[in-house]
């Protein structure tokens, strides 16, 4: 299995609801990644996990709330989103934090509309 | 302080064609580069990376990527383009445990 699985693929919520993205990814990979990209531009990294701790976060607002329950499974948590926060969310993997040699595994992303 | 540049939003090619798509960078240290694709509502599929070695690095699909440390440009080309490679490129730079993209450049490959 070389592919990163995120869902849904698809989501629509309004801004009082709370509502969970999935990713899983089953290579072996120890750091994970929160990519979120509006239409057009590059992704913006939001958060890294390195052997399921947080070791990054780029100052992403508290109504985002990533969860690593394991190494296989990264869970992005959001609660009381504002409309400017519809983007394409992208997760990613790769073997090491460090690692330089392979360049990150992206999944196809979650599209995400706040009503 | 590092960065990417893609100095143009869209390239335009006729099938057949060789292509190329623009990078240049900024660091302090040695560079750590790469391009990926995206096509539509979908994630970013990696294409090829200088991380040392030889400059001219080949990579998926039949693309490849020159370095050139004097002109810190990491140019994309092709030698002839198909309508499949119509999509989104970055580039990117890898340091600090990020990835810095591009802004991206949209290839439209005519038939």
């Known amino acids: 299995d070389t592919e990163v699985t995120q869902t849904p693929k698809h989501l629509v919520m309004g801004m009082t609801n709370k509502k969970s993205l999935k990713c899983e990814q089953h290579m072996g990979h120890r750091a994970m990644y929160w990519y979120k990209q509006k239409a057009k531009k590059p992704p913006e990294l939001m958060f890294v996990?390195?052997?399921?701790?947080?070791?990054i976060n780029e100052s992403v607002p508290s109504r985002f709330s990533p969860e690593c329950p394991n190494s296989s499974l990264l869970n992005l948590h959001l609660h009381a989103l504002q409309p400017e926060d519809s983007a394409l969310y992208l997760c990613?993997?790769?073997?090491?934090?460090?690692?330089?040699?392979?360049?990150?595994?992206f999944g196809s992303g979650t599209r995400l509309t706040v009503v | 302080a590092q960065s990417v540049a893609q100095p143009e939003d869209q390239v335009n090619v006729a099938e057949g064609n060789p292509l190329t798509v623009k990078c240049t960078y900024s660091v302090s240290g040695n560079p750590y580069l790469f391009w990926y694709v995206q096509y539509p509502n979908r994630g970013l599929q990696f294409l090829l990376k200088?991380?040392?070695?030889?400059?001219l690095v080949k990579g998926s699909y039949g693309f490849e990527a020159e370095f050139n440390k004097s002109q810190t440009s990491f140019h994309l080309k092709k030698p002839s383009a198909l309508v499949s490679d119509s999509a989104l490129y970055f580039c990117?730079?890898?340091?600090?445990?990020?990835?810095?993209f591009g802004s991206g450049t949209k290839l439209n490959v005519k038939p």
């Open positions: 996990y390195s052997y399921e701790k947080l070791s």
């Open positions: 200088y991380i040392t070695g030889d400059n």
């Open positions: 990613a993997s790769s073997p090491l934090i460090r690692d330089t040699n392979y360049g990150y595994t």
């Open positions: 990117a730079l890898y340091n600090f445990n990020k990835f810095y």
